[in-house]
């Protein structure tokens, strides 16, 4: 019996390191792909290898290769890709702040949104406003359009382009300096 203990001890240790660790804080499931550490003194909790971040109140699923978080106040992250009701980002750098439900990326940032496909230097996303807003450099291939700096209201697929931008609907090409 004095064996037995131990032996199920290291067997549940080994069974528990090979399944992803998985936690949930109010809305949060965090998915580890591997070492995290915990910052006690400030309860950041940092996914050394990545991994996977879903949010069941927004509908919003974050993936990365190093993610930083706080429960309830940040997720910062590298090498994101992140999934919700505005679209898909794709970008080297992510921030979201929780209470403010505002979202912030930048680095080879890529946006997929309802008919709209965008290339920019960085994105907000506001959440309570259903508002992206996209700039620096910001190039669209559907539509086709350039611009400094445009917002898209995600509820009714408005777009508002900041000079100076271009736009080619096909029988019409503006360009606003």
Known sequence: MRLLLP?????????A????VRTSFANLTIV?????EFDLSTGVTT??????ISDRSSGITLQANWISYHADEFIDTTGAAVTGPFG???????????????????GELRFAGRDLQVSASSLRYFGEQG???????VIA????????????????????????YSYDDGLLTEIAQ
């Open 7 to 15: 032996l199920l001890l290291v067997l549940s240790a080994v069974a």
């Open 17 to 20: 390191a090979q399944e992803p």
């Open 32 to 36: 580890s792909a591997g070492d995290e």
């Open 47 to 52: 996914l050394l290898d990545g991994g996977e």
């Open 88 to 106: 898909t980002v794709t970008a080297g750098s992510v921030f979201i702040d929780i209470p403010a439900a505002r979202l912030s990326a930048s």
């Open 131 to 137: 508002v992206v807003e996209l700039s620096g450099e």
């Open 141 to 164: 291939t559907t539509p086709a359009f350039t611009a400094e700096r445009v917002l898209y209201h995600l509820e009714s697929g408005t777009l508002l382009l900041f000079s100076p």
